[in-house]
Protein backbone atom coordinates (compact mmCIF):
# COMPACT_ATOMS: atom_id res chain seq x y z
CA UNK A 1 0.00 0.00 0.00
CA UNK A 2 1.14 3.35 -0.74
CA UNK A 3 1.70 6.18 1.19
CA UNK A 4 -0.73 8.51 0.34
CA UNK A 5 -3.56 5.89 0.67
CA UNK A 6 -2.07 5.13 3.84
CA UNK A 7 -2.55 8.56 5.32
CA UNK A 8 -6.21 8.85 3.68
CA UNK A 9 -5.34 11.01 0.55
CA UNK A 10 -5.88 9.02 -2.11
CA UNK A 11 -8.73 6.51 -2.48
CA UNK A 12 -8.09 3.01 -1.86
CA UNK A 13 -10.96 2.13 -4.49
CA UNK A 14 -10.66 1.53 -8.26
CA UNK A 15 -13.89 1.75 -10.03
CA UNK A 16 -14.24 -0.34 -13.54
CA UNK A 17 -14.84 1.10 -16.48
CA UNK A 18 -18.40 1.39 -18.21
CA UNK A 19 -18.81 -2.04 -19.66
CA UNK A 20 -18.25 -1.46 -23.45
CA UNK A 21 -21.14 -2.80 -25.60
CA UNK A 22 -19.96 -5.74 -28.14
CA UNK A 23 -19.80 -4.53 -31.54
CA UNK A 24 -19.11 -7.94 -33.13
CA UNK A 25 -22.65 -8.41 -35.21
CA UNK A 26 -22.87 -12.81 -34.95
CA UNK A 27 -26.11 -13.16 -36.81
CA UNK A 28 -26.19 -16.01 -38.84
CA UNK A 29 -22.66 -17.11 -38.96
CA UNK A 30 -22.18 -20.78 -38.85
CA UNK A 31 -25.45 -21.11 -41.05
CA UNK A 32 -24.37 -19.71 -44.42
CA UNK A 33 -22.76 -22.79 -46.56
CA UNK A 34 -20.76 -22.27 -49.64
CA UNK A 35 -23.27 -22.10 -52.43
CA UNK A 36 -26.21 -22.90 -49.90
CA UNK A 37 -28.73 -19.53 -49.93
CA UNK A 38 -30.12 -17.38 -52.98
CA UNK A 39 -32.74 -15.02 -53.19
CA UNK A 40 -35.60 -15.18 -54.73
CA UNK A 41 -34.41 -13.81 -57.95
CA UNK A 42 -31.07 -16.32 -57.88
CA UNK A 43 -29.08 -13.73 -56.46
CA UNK A 44 -26.66 -15.68 -53.39
CA UNK A 45 -27.01 -14.51 -50.24
CA UNK A 46 -24.14 -12.86 -48.31
CA UNK A 47 -24.38 -11.93 -44.68
CA UNK A 48 -21.97 -9.98 -42.98
CA UNK A 49 -19.66 -12.43 -41.25
CA UNK A 50 -19.46 -14.43 -44.62
CA UNK A 51 -18.71 -11.36 -46.42
CA UNK A 52 -15.75 -9.92 -44.51
CA UNK A 53 -13.98 -13.82 -44.84
CA UNK A 54 -13.19 -12.33 -48.09
CA UNK A 55 -9.06 -10.77 -47.84
CA UNK A 56 -10.47 -8.08 -50.89
CA UNK A 57 -14.13 -6.78 -48.98
CA UNK A 58 -12.29 -6.93 -45.98
CA UNK A 59 -9.39 -4.78 -46.62
CA UNK A 60 -11.90 -2.28 -48.96
CA UNK A 61 -14.10 -2.08 -45.42
CA UNK A 62 -11.09 -1.68 -42.70
CA UNK A 63 -9.68 1.51 -45.19
CA UNK A 64 -12.80 3.24 -45.81
CA UNK A 65 -14.65 2.32 -42.15
CA UNK A 66 -11.06 3.19 -40.50
CA UNK A 67 -10.20 6.21 -41.84
CA UNK A 68 -13.26 8.27 -41.63
CA UNK A 69 -13.43 7.04 -37.85
CA UNK A 70 -9.82 8.29 -37.24
CA UNK A 71 -10.96 12.34 -38.46
CA UNK A 72 -12.52 14.36 -35.62
CA UNK A 73 -16.23 15.99 -35.86
CA UNK A 74 -16.20 19.66 -35.08
CA UNK A 75 -19.40 21.85 -34.82
CA UNK A 76 -19.69 24.51 -37.51
CA UNK A 77 -22.17 28.12 -37.52
CA UNK A 78 -23.17 28.23 -41.20
CA UNK A 79 -23.42 31.77 -41.61
CA UNK A 80 -20.16 32.38 -40.76
CA UNK A 81 -17.86 29.67 -41.50
CA UNK A 82 -16.67 30.15 -36.98
CA UNK A 83 -15.97 26.87 -35.33
CA UNK A 84 -18.23 26.49 -32.02
CA UNK A 85 -17.91 24.52 -28.80
CA UNK A 86 -18.14 20.62 -29.61
CA UNK A 87 -21.26 19.36 -27.52
CA UNK A 88 -19.63 16.49 -25.50
CA UNK A 89 -21.83 13.67 -27.62
CA UNK A 90 -19.84 14.91 -30.89
CA UNK A 91 -16.92 13.98 -28.87
CA UNK A 92 -18.05 10.42 -27.70
CA UNK A 93 -21.46 9.71 -28.67
CA UNK A 94 -21.41 6.57 -26.54
CA UNK A 95 -20.40 7.21 -23.11
CA UNK A 96 -18.70 3.52 -23.16
CA UNK A 97 -16.44 3.54 -25.84
CA UNK A 98 -14.47 5.84 -27.81
CA UNK A 99 -16.22 8.10 -30.48
CA UNK A 100 -13.69 6.33 -33.34
CA UNK A 101 -15.36 2.97 -32.49
CA UNK A 102 -19.42 4.32 -32.73
CA UNK A 103 -17.93 6.27 -36.29
CA UNK A 104 -16.67 3.52 -37.70
CA UNK A 105 -19.40 0.67 -37.01
CA UNK A 106 -21.27 3.36 -38.50
CA UNK A 107 -19.87 3.63 -41.49
CA UNK A 108 -20.25 -0.05 -41.60
CA UNK A 109 -23.17 -0.60 -41.84
CA UNK A 110 -24.04 2.37 -44.42
CA UNK A 111 -21.05 0.68 -46.53
CA UNK A 112 -22.42 -2.99 -46.18
CA UNK A 113 -25.99 -2.32 -45.46
CA UNK A 114 -27.34 0.77 -47.03
CA UNK A 115 -28.61 1.91 -43.58
CA UNK A 116 -27.33 2.62 -40.02
CA UNK A 117 -29.02 3.35 -36.67
CA UNK A 118 -28.20 5.25 -33.48
CA UNK A 119 -30.92 4.87 -30.29
CA UNK A 120 -31.01 7.87 -28.20
CA UNK A 121 -29.71 7.11 -24.79
CA UNK A 122 -30.17 10.46 -23.14
CA UNK A 123 -31.67 14.04 -23.76
CA UNK A 124 -30.80 18.04 -23.19
CA UNK A 125 -33.02 19.38 -20.51
CA UNK A 126 -33.01 22.77 -21.94
CA UNK A 127 -34.60 21.55 -25.83
CA UNK A 128 -34.68 17.99 -25.86
CA UNK A 129 -32.30 17.01 -28.53
CA UNK A 130 -30.40 14.35 -27.69
CA UNK A 131 -27.47 14.26 -25.54
CA UNK A 132 -26.32 10.53 -25.50
CA UNK A 133 -26.42 7.42 -28.53
CA UNK A 134 -25.39 4.44 -28.94
CA UNK A 135 -24.61 2.42 -32.19
CA UNK A 136 -27.37 -0.77 -32.73
CA UNK A 137 -26.25 -3.58 -34.93
CA UNK A 138 -28.51 -3.89 -38.13
CA UNK A 139 -29.71 -7.73 -37.07
CA UNK A 140 -30.84 -6.09 -34.26
CA UNK A 141 -33.54 -3.67 -35.89
CA UNK A 142 -36.63 -5.20 -37.43
CA UNK A 143 -38.86 -2.40 -39.55
CA UNK A 144 -42.51 -2.63 -39.75
CA UNK A 145 -43.94 -0.65 -42.64
CA UNK A 146 -47.37 0.40 -43.61
CA UNK A 147 -49.91 -2.24 -45.99
CA UNK A 148 -47.93 -0.54 -49.72
CA UNK A 149 -43.87 -1.12 -47.91
CA UNK A 150 -44.06 2.71 -48.72
CA UNK A 151 -43.69 4.41 -45.01
CA UNK A 152 -42.40 3.20 -41.97
CA UNK A 153 -44.59 2.04 -39.34
CA UNK A 154 -42.41 1.59 -36.30
CA UNK A 155 -38.81 0.10 -35.88
CA UNK A 156 -37.92 -2.80 -33.31
CA UNK A 157 -35.16 -3.79 -31.45
CA UNK A 158 -34.33 -7.49 -30.37
CA UNK A 159 -38.06 -8.23 -31.25
CA UNK A 160 -39.50 -5.20 -28.64
CA UNK A 161 -41.07 -1.85 -30.18
CA UNK A 162 -38.98 1.21 -29.87
CA UNK A 163 -40.54 4.96 -28.72
CA UNK A 164 -40.99 7.21 -31.94
CA UNK A 165 -39.19 10.22 -30.07
CA UNK A 166 -37.33 10.65 -27.30
CA UNK A 167 -34.93 7.75 -24.93
CA UNK A 168 -35.00 5.02 -26.63
CA UNK A 169 -36.13 6.07 -30.40
CA UNK A 170 -33.46 5.66 -32.93
CA UNK A 171 -31.79 7.94 -35.88
CA UNK A 172 -31.30 6.62 -39.04
CA UNK A 173 -28.53 6.92 -41.47
CA UNK A 174 -29.51 6.54 -45.18
CA UNK A 175 -26.69 5.89 -47.44
CA UNK A 176 -25.96 7.67 -50.49
CA UNK A 177 -25.32 4.24 -52.42
CA UNK A 178 -26.81 1.17 -51.94
CA UNK A 179 -25.68 -1.40 -49.54
CA UNK A 180 -22.79 -4.04 -50.61
CA UNK A 181 -24.26 -6.65 -49.23
CA UNK A 182 -27.21 -5.91 -51.92
CA UNK A 183 -25.05 -5.06 -55.07
CA UNK A 184 -22.28 -7.35 -54.89
CA UNK A 185 -23.32 -10.85 -53.63
CA UNK A 186 -22.56 -12.44 -57.09
CA UNK A 187 -18.80 -10.77 -56.92
CA UNK A 188 -18.57 -11.67 -53.19
CA UNK A 189 -19.74 -14.86 -53.59
CA UNK A 190 -17.64 -15.91 -56.69
CA UNK A 191 -14.67 -14.85 -54.88
CA UNK A 192 -15.51 -16.82 -52.08
CA UNK A 193 -16.04 -19.81 -54.46
CA UNK A 194 -12.56 -19.19 -55.61
CA UNK A 195 -11.11 -19.32 -52.53
CA UNK A 196 -12.48 -22.50 -51.27
CA UNK A 197 -11.45 -24.29 -54.40
CA UNK A 198 -7.85 -22.86 -53.74
CA UNK A 199 -8.43 -24.04 -50.43
CA UNK A 200 -9.60 -27.72 -51.41
CA UNK A 201 -6.36 -27.99 -53.89
CA UNK A 202 -3.82 -27.28 -51.21
CA UNK A 203 -5.69 -29.37 -48.69
CA UNK A 204 -4.98 -32.66 -51.40
CA UNK A 205 -1.63 -31.41 -52.96
CA UNK A 206 -1.98 -33.57 -55.95
CA UNK A 207 -4.16 -34.15 -59.03
CA UNK A 208 -7.28 -35.79 -58.95
CA UNK A 209 -7.13 -39.04 -59.97
CA UNK A 210 -7.33 -43.14 -59.84
CA UNK A 211 -5.68 -45.66 -59.91
CA UNK A 212 -6.19 -48.68 -62.74
CA UNK A 213 -5.25 -52.47 -62.17
CA UNK A 214 -4.25 -54.22 -65.16
CA UNK A 215 -4.17 -57.73 -63.39
CA UNK A 216 -6.29 -59.50 -61.19
CA UNK A 217 -8.91 -57.79 -58.72
CA UNK A 218 -7.79 -56.98 -55.28
CA UNK A 219 -9.65 -57.31 -52.26
CA UNK A 220 -11.45 -54.47 -50.49
CA UNK A 221 -9.25 -54.25 -47.81
CA UNK A 222 -6.10 -54.44 -49.75
CA UNK A 223 -7.31 -51.36 -51.74
CA UNK A 224 -8.11 -49.67 -48.47
CA UNK A 225 -4.64 -50.18 -47.54
CA UNK A 226 -3.16 -49.05 -51.12
CA UNK A 227 -5.08 -45.49 -50.79
CA UNK A 228 -3.96 -44.73 -47.70
CA UNK A 229 -0.46 -45.78 -48.40
CA UNK A 230 -0.34 -43.89 -51.48
CA UNK A 231 -2.15 -40.90 -50.17
CA UNK A 232 0.77 -40.82 -46.83
CA UNK A 233 3.46 -41.43 -49.29
CA UNK A 234 2.19 -38.12 -51.30
CA UNK A 235 2.12 -36.20 -48.51
CA UNK A 236 5.72 -36.62 -47.51
CA UNK A 237 7.02 -37.21 -51.54
CA UNK A 238 6.57 -36.28 -54.79
CA UNK A 239 8.09 -39.08 -56.06
CA UNK A 240 5.57 -42.45 -56.18
CA UNK A 241 6.33 -46.23 -57.25
CA UNK A 242 3.74 -48.49 -58.74
CA UNK A 243 4.06 -51.81 -60.01
CA UNK A 244 3.52 -53.07 -63.66
CA UNK A 245 -0.13 -53.78 -62.95
CA UNK A 246 -0.60 -50.34 -61.37
CA UNK A 247 -1.43 -47.02 -63.30
CA UNK A 248 -2.48 -43.91 -62.08
CA UNK A 249 -4.48 -41.33 -63.94
CA UNK A 250 -5.15 -37.63 -63.88
CA UNK A 251 -8.83 -36.58 -63.95
CA UNK A 252 -9.66 -32.89 -64.12
CA UNK A 253 -7.38 -30.23 -64.12
CA UNK A 254 -3.97 -29.20 -61.93
CA UNK A 255 -4.42 -26.05 -59.79
CA UNK A 256 -2.04 -23.76 -62.91
CA UNK A 257 -4.24 -24.94 -65.34
CA UNK A 258 -7.46 -23.98 -63.44
CA UNK A 259 -6.20 -20.00 -63.20
CA UNK A 260 -7.09 -19.50 -59.46
CA UNK A 261 -4.57 -16.84 -58.86
CA UNK A 262 -5.85 -14.67 -62.20
CA UNK A 263 -9.12 -15.37 -61.09
CA UNK A 264 -8.65 -14.06 -57.27
CA UNK A 265 -6.54 -10.86 -58.69
CA UNK A 266 -9.58 -10.56 -61.13
CA UNK A 267 -12.12 -10.47 -58.49
CA UNK A 268 -10.06 -8.44 -56.08
CA UNK A 269 -10.12 -5.74 -58.71
CA UNK A 270 -13.95 -6.72 -59.17
CA UNK A 271 -14.70 -6.00 -55.40
CA UNK A 272 -12.65 -2.64 -55.64
CA UNK A 273 -14.90 -1.34 -57.98
CA UNK A 274 -17.89 -2.68 -56.27
CA UNK A 275 -16.51 -0.72 -52.99
CA UNK A 276 -15.46 2.34 -54.84
CA UNK A 277 -11.45 1.68 -53.79
CA UNK A 278 -8.93 2.37 -55.82
CA UNK A 279 -7.68 -1.47 -57.00
CA UNK A 280 -3.82 -0.23 -56.20
CA UNK A 281 -4.97 0.17 -52.18
CA UNK A 282 -5.68 -3.72 -52.44
CA UNK A 283 -3.03 -4.74 -54.53
CA UNK A 284 -5.48 -5.75 -56.95
CA UNK A 285 -4.65 -3.33 -59.70
CA UNK A 286 -4.33 -5.62 -62.83
CA UNK A 287 -2.64 -3.05 -65.61
CA UNK A 288 -0.55 -1.41 -63.32
CA UNK A 289 -1.62 1.76 -64.90
CA UNK A 290 -0.14 4.20 -61.76
CA UNK A 291 1.06 7.93 -62.09
CA UNK A 292 2.90 9.75 -60.11
CA UNK A 293 0.92 11.59 -57.34
CA UNK A 294 1.82 13.47 -53.95
CA UNK A 295 0.04 12.15 -50.90
CA UNK A 296 -2.00 14.99 -50.43
CA UNK A 297 -3.26 14.29 -53.95
CA UNK A 298 -3.97 10.77 -53.45
CA UNK A 299 -5.97 11.28 -50.13
CA UNK A 300 -7.98 13.98 -51.99
CA UNK A 301 -8.79 11.49 -54.37
CA UNK A 302 -9.46 8.73 -51.72
CA UNK A 303 -11.98 11.06 -49.98
CA UNK A 304 -14.04 12.17 -53.32
CA UNK A 305 -14.41 8.60 -54.87
CA UNK A 306 -14.25 6.66 -51.89
CA UNK A 307 -15.34 8.34 -48.50
CA UNK A 308 -17.20 11.41 -49.41
CA UNK A 309 -20.72 9.23 -49.77
CA UNK A 310 -20.17 8.08 -46.20
CA UNK A 311 -19.30 11.40 -44.74
CA UNK A 312 -21.90 12.97 -46.13
CA UNK A 313 -24.39 10.99 -45.50
CA UNK A 314 -23.15 11.27 -41.45
CA UNK A 315 -22.63 14.97 -41.67
CA UNK A 316 -26.10 15.85 -43.45
CA UNK A 317 -27.84 13.52 -40.61
CA UNK A 318 -26.54 14.81 -37.83
CA UNK A 319 -26.97 18.49 -38.85
CA UNK A 320 -30.80 18.03 -39.03
CA UNK A 321 -32.90 20.04 -36.51
CA UNK A 322 -34.20 16.96 -34.21
CA UNK A 323 -30.07 16.24 -33.42
CA UNK A 324 -28.69 20.07 -33.94
CA UNK A 325 -29.63 23.63 -33.28
CA UNK A 326 -31.01 25.56 -36.29
CA UNK A 327 -27.95 27.48 -37.79
CA UNK A 328 -25.32 24.82 -37.18
CA UNK A 329 -23.68 22.08 -38.62
CA UNK A 330 -22.14 19.09 -38.07
CA UNK A 331 -18.30 18.63 -40.26
CA UNK A 332 -15.76 16.21 -40.50
CA UNK A 333 -12.37 18.39 -39.80
CA UNK A 334 -10.79 16.65 -42.85
CA UNK A 335 -8.62 19.66 -44.11
CA UNK A 336 -7.02 19.66 -40.36
CA UNK A 337 -6.61 16.12 -40.15
CA UNK A 338 -6.53 13.92 -43.26
CA UNK A 339 -5.99 16.53 -45.56
CA UNK A 340 -3.87 18.92 -43.69
CA UNK A 341 -0.68 19.39 -45.88
CA UNK A 342 2.83 19.00 -44.82
CA UNK A 343 4.44 21.04 -42.74
CA UNK A 344 6.54 23.22 -45.01
CA UNK A 345 3.71 23.66 -47.75
CA UNK A 346 1.95 25.04 -44.60
CA UNK A 347 4.36 27.77 -43.34
CA UNK A 348 4.56 28.97 -47.18
CA UNK A 349 0.99 29.54 -47.65
CA UNK A 350 0.99 31.41 -44.02
CA UNK A 351 4.11 33.63 -44.86
CA UNK A 352 2.57 35.00 -48.54
CA UNK A 353 -0.99 35.41 -46.01
CA UNK A 354 1.42 37.28 -43.47
CA UNK A 355 2.64 39.30 -46.24
CA UNK A 356 -0.53 39.86 -48.09
CA UNK A 357 -1.50 41.41 -45.04
CA UNK A 358 -4.65 38.76 -45.10
CA UNK A 359 -4.15 38.05 -41.60
CA UNK A 360 -1.55 39.21 -38.43
CA UNK A 361 1.08 36.98 -36.41
CA UNK A 362 -1.29 36.36 -33.57
CA UNK A 363 -4.01 34.38 -36.14
CA UNK A 364 -1.00 33.01 -38.13
CA UNK A 365 0.21 31.07 -34.47
CA UNK A 366 -3.74 30.10 -33.97
CA UNK A 367 -3.45 28.33 -37.45
CA UNK A 368 -0.49 26.52 -36.48
CA UNK A 369 -1.76 25.93 -32.97
CA UNK A 370 0.71 27.61 -31.31
CA UNK A 371 0.10 29.98 -28.11
CA UNK A 372 0.06 33.45 -29.42
CA UNK A 373 2.97 36.01 -28.01
CA UNK A 374 2.29 38.03 -24.78
CA UNK A 375 -0.68 35.91 -23.37
CA UNK A 376 -1.25 36.06 -20.10
CA UNK A 377 -4.11 33.99 -19.19
CA UNK A 378 -2.92 31.33 -16.37
CA UNK A 379 -3.33 27.78 -17.82
CA UNK A 380 -6.69 26.51 -16.29
CA UNK A 381 -4.54 23.98 -14.55
CA UNK A 382 -2.87 26.04 -12.78
CA UNK A 383 -2.35 25.64 -9.21
CA UNK A 384 -3.59 28.60 -6.63
CA UNK A 385 -0.28 29.03 -4.18
Known sequence: MGLLQTIGLRKKDVEAQLSP?????????????????YNTNGIPFIDRNLALQCP???????????????????????????????????????????????????????LLYGVAYWRVTSLFEDDGRPSGFEWVANTRVTVTTDQYGDEVDYYSINGQRVPDSGVGSLITFQSLLP?????????????????????????????????KNSGADLPEAQISGLLAAWKAARNSRSTAYLTSTLDYQTVGYSPKEMMYNEASQYLATEIARLMNVPAYYISADMNNSMTYQNIIDGRKEFVAYSLQPFISAIENRLSMDDVTRRGNQVRFALDETFLRADTLA????????????????????????????????????????
Not at 346 to 352: D, F, G, T
Open 56 to 110: AVSRCRNLICGVIASIDLELIQKSTGRKLQTPVWLDQPDIRQPRSVTISYTVDSL
Open 346 to 385: RLEAIEKMLNLGLIDLEQAQSMEELSPTGLTERPTNAINV
Open 21 to 37: PIMQQTYGAGVYTFGGL
Open 179 to 211: GVLETGGRTIQAALDIQKAASVAAATPMATGFI
